[in-house]
């Protein structure tokens, strides 16, 4: 089976610098990926690391260790609309079974 | 390409009645996945589809579920005989590889 643990809230004001956690227990491992979900629309993605290290995408940065199985989203310069609910997920097996934590609701406060 | 399309979004239904619901996908993904999501909770793995096969099924689908994906196109998702624990968001995702592109989900809401 596989599990993700991830806090189940984080707050911080507009423009700081916020990190949301998530460790894992899984089966094989492929990677970790992250998705935010504004409330009441679609999970989009964000990030995906198949390697240790970190990934930079503008205000955003994901990590792994997979060593450590923990990984962590980096946000930077937070804005109002980041207010959202973040997931990380693992896929499964080589048919690329995603699992999903059960998600970090980010608020930011003006 | 306007991304992944489902329908219909709300859907209200009286226990014990069979409701069916629709995913177009990315039209170059080949793979196709359903979730359920409930308030407050990650999306849950249902089902997916490889092309039109499908490869895996979750353990904690019964046997009330039902997908099909013919000619690896659009998909549907047939819930019979609905419980009110059915009620939830029912999401639909394609992908070419890691990464995926989810609809706008149905709600389902079983009186």
């Known amino acids: 089976g596989q599990s993700l643990e991830q806090p189940s809230e984080v707050t911080a004001v507009e423009g700081a610098i916020v990190q949301i956690n998530c460790t894992y227990q899984t089966s094989g491992f492929y990677g970790l990926s992250w998705y935010q979900q504004h409330d009441g629309g679609a999970p989009t993605f964000l990030s995906y690391?198949?390697?240790?290290g970190l990934e930079e995408t503008g205000r955003f940065s994901s990590f792994l260790s997979r060593s450590d199985s923990y990984g962590y989203l980096l946000l930077q310069e937070l804005q109002m609309k980041d207010s959202a609910s973040y997931f990380c997920?693992?896929?499964?097996?080589?048919?690329?079974?995603?699992?999903f934590g059960r998600g970090t609701s980010l608020i930011v406060h003006p | 390409d306007t991304g992944v399309s489902q329908d219909p979004r709300h859907k209200i239904t009286k226990r014990g009645q069979n409701v069916t619901f629709r995913c177009d996908p990315i039209?170059?993904?080949?793979?196709l996945y359903w979730y359920r999501q409930t308030l407050g909770q990650g999306p849950e793995f249902l089902t997916y589809?490889?092309?039109?096969?499908?490869?895996?099924k979750s353990r904690l689908l019964s046997d009330r579920f039902s997908a099909e994906r013919p000619k690896g196109s659009f998909s549907t998702l047939e819930i019979q005989r609905t419980e009110q624990g059915d009620s939830a968001m029912y999401l639909c995702?394609?992908?070419?590889?890691?990464?995926?592109?989810f609809g706008p989900g149905t709600r389902l809401t079983v009186t």
């Open positions: 997920a693992v896929p499964g097996g080589g048919s690329y079974i995603p699992t």
């Open positions: 995702a394609s992908s070419l590889d890691v990464e995926q592109y």
């Open positions: 039209s170059e993904h080949n793979r």
């Open positions: 589809f490889q092309n039109e096969a499908q490869l895996e």
């Open positions: 690391n198949a390697l240790d």
